[in-house]
């Protein structure tokens, strides 16, 4: 059987081929696997389980029903969708992960993560991402009516836009001895994340030589992108659009 990772699909009402194309994707290939992970940012932006948005209500039905089939489906934050709770856990029937956390995959140990926590070149990020992770800052956000939640997540990814349009690509990706030591924190030699909509399988060597590998998955902009892992080992595809 074949273990499925998605990430970054950024589902978001003003471009509804992305959600199309998932709801496809559950219908058809995905009920093929085992099991299916969803590493973060699977909504362009979530601002809360209560959120009425007819859009994002027909991608949780979609899961809803894949998840009946009685597969096991993980969701992982990210950084467009960390204000995703229990309630909608409850509803799409899928289990939330930590960040990072290690899962054996076909007898591996693997380090699974968004990837945005090892971007650690990007200090302004990673000074966003400590407050917006904050449980307190989420209640107090959480707490505001529906419509001023709307209209700051909207500022958010405006600003954000913005300061990314003045950074290099590479300040914007993961830094190496970030990835090296979260591989010797958790005594592992494969980690696989998203975040960076780099699709790769980089072989590393690790500081006390084992040879180790950064499996990263793609975006969903404009076509989908599957990790696929069975007994033959890890591998991308992409679905066309």
Not at 5 to 22: N, T, V, W
Not at 47 to 53: A, N, Q, V
Not at 87 to 111: K, S, Y
Request: charged share 25%; net charge negative.
């Amino acid at each position: 059987m074949t273990t499925l990772f998605i990430s970054d699909l950024h589902i978001d009402p003003g471009a509804p081929e992305i959600a199309r194309q998932l709801v496809d994707f559950l219908a058809k290939d995905a009920r093929k696997a085992e099991t299916l992970y969803i590493l973060g940012d699977l909504f362009e932006a979530w601002i809360g389980d209560d959120d009425p948005e007819p859009h994002y209500s027909m991608v949780q039905d979609a899961f809803t029903e894949f998840t009946r089939l009685g597969i096991p489906t993980y969701f992982m934050h990210g950084n467009r969708d960390f204000l995703i709770g229990q309630q909608f856990a409850r509803r799409t029937g899928m289990t939330l992960l930590d960040d990072p956390v290690v899962h054996e995959i076909e007898g591996t140990r693997v380090l699974l993560s968004h990837g945005d926590r090892y971007c650690t070149d990007d200090i302004e990020y990673q000074t966003v991402r400590k407050t917006v992770r904050d449980p307190a800052w989420q209640q107090q956000v959480l707490s505001l009516p529906i419509e001023a939640r709307r209209q700051m997540a909207g500022q958010a990814r405006s600003e954000s836009a913005s300061a990314n349009a003045a950074k290099s690509m590479e300040i914007m990706d993961v830094n190496s001895e970030a990835i090296e030591n979260a591989l010797l924190e958790y005594e592992v030699t494969c980690m696989l994340h998203g975040h960076t909509h780099r699709p790769m399988i980089h072989d590393l060597t690790l500081p006390d030589g084992q040879p180790a590998q950064r499996l990263v998955l793609g975006d969903w902009y404009t076509q989908g992108s599957v990790g696929h892992w069975d007994e033959a080992g890890f591998r991308l595809e992409s679905l066309p659009r």
